[in-house]
């Protein structure tokens, strides 16, 4: 049963750090896509960071420098560390995994950046 567990999301001054992470259980990580998306209040979800099945990585502009996606193999998990947060990324995050064309999500995680 393919699980994806999100954890880190919280409060945080404009300018701080938070680091996400997405533990994933039922497939193996590194042999398929996976991303970080998000969705403000009112708005569509958005993807903020995805590494493709042969380890290609893609940021949009929006956090293009401020944020890394990155995965530890052995742990099964991959991570988004949020640097220099601006009150816009304000969302709740998810981790997603496509296995096989068809798309798994996590629960989400609140990420709330104060001004």
């Known amino acids: 049963q393919v699980q994806l567990v999100e954890s880190g999301g919280g409060l945080v001054q404009a300018g701080g750090s938070l680091r996400l992470s997405c533990a994933a259980s039922?497939?193996?990580?590194?042999?398929?896509?996976i991303g970080w998306y998000r969705q403000a209040p009112g708005k569509q979800r958005e993807p903020v960071a995805t590494i493709s099945s042969r380890g290609f990585i893609n940021y949009p502009d929006s956090v293009k420098g401020r944020f890394t996606i990155s995965r530890d193999n052995a742990k099964n998990t991959v991570y988004l560390q949020m640097n220099s947060l601006l009150p816009e990324d304000t969302a709740v995050y998810y981790c997603?995994?496509?296995?096989?064309?068809?798309?798994?999500w996590g629960q989400g995680t609140q990420v709330t950046v104060s001004s």
């Open positions: 039922g497939f193996t990580l590194s042999r398929n896509a």
């Open positions: 997603e995994a496509t296995i096989s064309w068809t798309d798994y």
